[in-house]
């Protein structure tokens, strides 16, 4: 039987999003885990590299305008400890701003390893690209078919993120279109395959969706700004509010992924509890008669 049947198919179509369970063993999980955690361990980040990515249209501003004015103190430092296949964030300093560099150093992230820090806390290879275990997942013959089952014929690697939501810290994402970040004409060229290496629960800050919500369009987008201005991005248009019922939480079992439309609307807690929710997310985009957008990162 295929990896993602007809059913899938369907429920992905209806509701922009669909769980596919048992994409990866549990041993598979534990080995990138521990593969992150070497990476984790060589990494240093300059300063100017320290910066934090959120989805909100108001931090995003914020950060890029205080950052033209230094602070005179943009100390930061982190520690991570690996014990018995528990990743856990010991201790950390806070950067309040953002530089020029911070915003050089996201917009050319798309074909590198890169850290962005959790809001609050806080490399160069393209993991699905240079790190042979991630590679071997991502190019992975069930994820094959199922980018052929949703129709895609030459689809190509957007970006790969490791999220590691850490226990008590890990922030909240607001709710947002991926479709505004990686933007192409026409839409509907864009899915979003977030793997969970760990279960994904209510407690440590499984995906929230709203059903159905891909259908709408996008409702802003962030856009790069003039060459030579600054900050380098912008966004173009609002995120519109949505009540609460209209998000229905989506636990998932580690090993599962799930594939997100481009456009569906999406969001995650704060994980308030003792443990950690990793993930391996990466975005395709059907590549055949798509217009990657200039504006985009
Ligand atoms: C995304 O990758 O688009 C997400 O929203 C991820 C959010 C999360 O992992 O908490």
Redesign the pocket.
């Known amino acids: 039987m295929d990896f993602m049947t007809d059913q899938d198919v369907q429920k992905f179509m209806e509701d922009g999003y669909v769980v596919l369970d048992g994409l990866l063993t549990s041993w598979e999980c534990e080995e990138l885990r521990q593969r992150m955690a070497e990476i984790v361990e060589r990494m240093d980040v300059p300063e100017h590299c320290r910066t934090t990515f959120s ?1 909100n249209h108001d931090e995003q501003l914020k950060t890029q305008v205080t950052s033209r004015n230094p602070p005179a103190q943009r100390e930061m430092s982190i520690k991570l400890r690996y014990d018995n296949g528990v990743m856990s964030l010991v201790s950390v300093s806070v950067p309040l701003f953002v530089t020029q560099g911070n915003a050089d150093y996201f917009i050319t992230s798309g074909d590198k390893i890169r850290f962005f820090f959790e809001k609050g806390v806080f490399d160069d290879k393209a993991l699905h690209a240079f790190e042979p275990l991630y590679k071997k997942v991502t190019h992975s013959p069930k994820i094959q078919g199922a980018a052929k089952k949703m129709g895609l014929v030459s689809p190509v690697v957007l970006q790969s ?1 490791f ?1 590691f ?1 850490q226990p008590g810290f ?1 922030g909240e ?1 607001t709710p ?1 279109q ?1 479709a505004t ?1 990686l933007y192409t004409e026409p839409l509907g060229r864009v899915v ?1 395959l ?1 793997i969970a290496l760990e279960d ?1 629960t209510v407690n440590n ?3 929230w969706f709203i059903p159905g919500s891909h259908n709408g369009g996008i409702s802003r987008r962030m856009v790069r700004t003039p060459p030579g201005s600054f900050p380098l991005t912008d966004f173009a248009g609002r995120e519109q509010s949505y009540a609460d019922e209209q998000f229905v939480a989506v636990p998932v079992k580690k090993g599962s992924v799930v594939l ?1 439309h481009g456009e569906v609307v ?3 807690a704060q994980n308030t509890s003792e443990d950690s ?1 990793h ?1 391996y ?1 990466f ?1 395709l985009m059907e590549s055949q008669n798509t217009r990657w957008s200039p504006d985009n990162w």
Do not use: E, N, Y
Request: hydrophobic residues 40%; aromatic residues 8%.
């Open positions: 989805t993120m999220i939501k890990g994402v947002h991926d970040f979003g977030w994904a800050g499984c995906l997100i999406h969001r995650s929710r993930v997310t975005h």
